[in-house]
């Protein structure tokens, strides 16, 4: 099995991509070994590496979020962690009856600005998320009111130094250009 990695905007994030699907629908964000350990085998194994802070699965990739370790020490474990798991058989995620992780929060928005939401959510799901899945992370729509989009952003994109940038200048100015009701975007946990 062979492992390619990539870097990422954020330098405290590496991006591996192991050559098979990790996740077949949807996205799981894990930001401690704690949520880690009853949902996902694969997640708790890169968890038990020290210096670890934080894992995110896609499609086809995986990005873990480091502290301290310099990644020349941490990335032989990790990728050594990630083709173990592939080799065992075992599934990336304990739940089988749901691929992803849940995210906590409901959407909110009032119900005049639907179509409004609509509009905004495709964009950010045909235009933005593939983006920002090259990058190894994920932004999702958490709410819309009185002209400013909430959105969450999920693997490479927490904590990025960029993430900002990435906010004002490019998600920002895309929705106002197809979306004029929309003033500000901002991040929400």
Known sequence: ?????????????????????????????????????????????????????????????????????????????ILGAIMEHFMSGQPVMADSGSSHHEEHGEEFYDKEDEEIVVTIKELLDTRVRPAVAQDGGDITFRGYEKGTVFLHMKGACAGCPSSTATLKHGIQNLLRHFVPEVEHVEQVA
Not at 54 to 71: A, E, L, N, Q, R
């Open 1 to 77: 099995m062979f492992i390619q990695t990539e870097s990422t905007p954020n330098p405290a994030t590496l991006k591996f991509l192991p050559g098979k699907e990790v996740l077949r629908d949807g996205t799981a964000d894990f930001r401690d070994a704690a949520t880690a350990s009853d949902a996902s085998p694969l997640a708790a194994r890169l968890f038990s590496i020290p210096g670890v802070t934080g894992v995110f699965f896609g499609y086809d990739f995986i990005t873990v979020t480091k502290d301290g370790p310099d990644w020349q020490h941490l990335k032989p474990a």
